[in-house]
């Protein structure tokens, strides 16, 4: 069984500032790591992901995530935040054993950006 | 090139009542993915198709859903005698073996009275 825990609710950060959004993941074979950022009414769009290879990983608008196996963690990362950035932050897994198989989500964690 | 579009963005039905949901993927991608997304939760995985098949649909939460892919392309969730509890966004997703990504679409609001 494969799992993800986003511990905070909402993050609240000042514009400019670094933003970090917290993930924690528990599968039975490796992992593949994706974030997802959701705005208002829309649906899902794709930030980055982990497959293999580098811990560090680079994807749009300036957002990184760093894999952590031994903390199976991967957590999402800007150094500077833009009220833009203010929505809805997925983080999700799934287990390489599975090709094709299906996303397990965490409950999301909201990010509030203020001027 | 065009996303994954899914229709209608929003639904009103009432109670019993049946309806369809469309997902229209990105072309040429084999294998598509329902999920429902209740208000405060993520999503959570409903059935995926590869190709015309379900190759895995242990998230339909009971015999009122369905799911069918005549033709390996567009997919259409039904959902019959519905409940109030069906009311979620309704999102697909597809992928391709070029890409270990789901690119989801925006949505259908289902909303039983």
């Known amino acids: 069984a494969q799992s993800v825990a986003q511990p905070e609710d909402q993050v609240n950060v000042a514009e400019g500032n670094p933003l970090t959004v917290k993930c924690t993941y528990s599968?039975?074979?490796?992992?593949?790591l994706f974030w997802y950022v959701q705005y208002p009414n829309r649906g899902l769009q794709f930030l980055l992901k982990y497959i293999t290879g580098d811990n560090l990983v680079k994807g749009s608008y300036g957002f990184e995530a760093e894999f952590n196996k031994s903390q199976t963690s991967f957590h999402l990362k800007k150094p500077s935040a833009l009220v833009s950035d203010s929505a809805l932050y997925f983080c999700a897994v799934r287990d390489d054993t599975d090709s094709w198989g299906k996303l397990q989500f965490g409950a999301g964690t909201q990010v509030v950006v203020t001027p | 090139g065009a996303g994954v579009s899914q229709t209608p963005s929003n639904k009103v039905t009432e109670k019993g009542k049946y309806v369809e949901l469309r997902c229209d993927p990105i072309s040429g991608h084999t294998a598509l993915y329902w999920y429902r997304q209740s208000l405060g939760q993520g999503p959570e995985f409903l059935i995926y198709?590869?190709?015309?098949?379900?190759?895995?649909d242990s998230g339909l939460p009971n015999d009122r859903f369905f799911a069918v892919r005549p033709e390996g392309s567009v997919s259409t969730l039904k959902i019959q005698r519905t409940e109030r509890g069906d009311s979620a966004v309704y999102l697909c997703?597809?992928?391709?073996?070029?890409?270990?990504?789901?690119?989801f679409g925006p949505g259908t609001r289902l909303t039983v009275l």
């Open positions: 599968v039975s074979g490796n992992p593949y």
């Open positions: 997703a597809s992928t391709s073996a070029a890409t270990d990504t789901q690119y």
């Open positions: 198709f590869q190709g015309t098949g379900a190759a895995d």
